[in-house]
């Protein structure tokens, strides 16, 4: 999870966030190198090395700086829309969790196997124990297993909410009458937390989501005790 001190992105528990992290690395090499380039290139007109003040035209260099943004672009472009595409893949989802987004609280549903639902909000400072984050953890949280293709259906009751969990890569709206869609696997067993990152309105910073990653056998269990 994030601490006060990151100044990089959360480390991924989903195979959807590592490729989020590698696009990041591969774009941010592509700025340093434009950045380092266009830098030289202006401490270099002070001392003018690259003014000719009888050139009328020149085609060469019109030709580099049209094409070569071009041909930038495109590296870019390219694993952008294959991660595009990824993030929309829902291939047989092993389980459907439905959350519904109130002003301001989540609300969850299990289908698939039995009826469970219930309702998260934020914890208060005073029933919080030493070992639980101020503002982030909630009463009720959501269970989930590992290892397994799960989707995520997203709506809301009242205004525009986002579910959100940057260490799965998964951010969707939750929209009055309509039904979102995602999906994401969970690699390892962990507690995960995300917030709404839609304004919503006055308590908007105090809706969290708090997902817990299990094994089968404990979510089996889980389901079973609910």
Known sequence: MATWSNMSLQDSNSPLMEQLIFFHDHTMMILLMITVLVTYMMLSLFNNKYINRTLLEGQTME???????????VF???????????MDEINNPSITIKAIGHQWYWSYEYSDFKKIEFDSYMKPYSLMNMEEFRLLDVDSRMVMPINSQIRILTTATDVIHSWTIPCLGVKIDATPGRLNQGSFTIKRPTIMFGQCSEICGANHSFMPIVMEAVNMNQFIKWLNDN
């Open 63 to 73: 030709f580099i700086w049209t094409i070569m943004p071009a041909i930038t672009l």
């Open 76 to 86: 870019i472009a390219l694993p952008s829309l294959r991660i595009l595409y990824l």
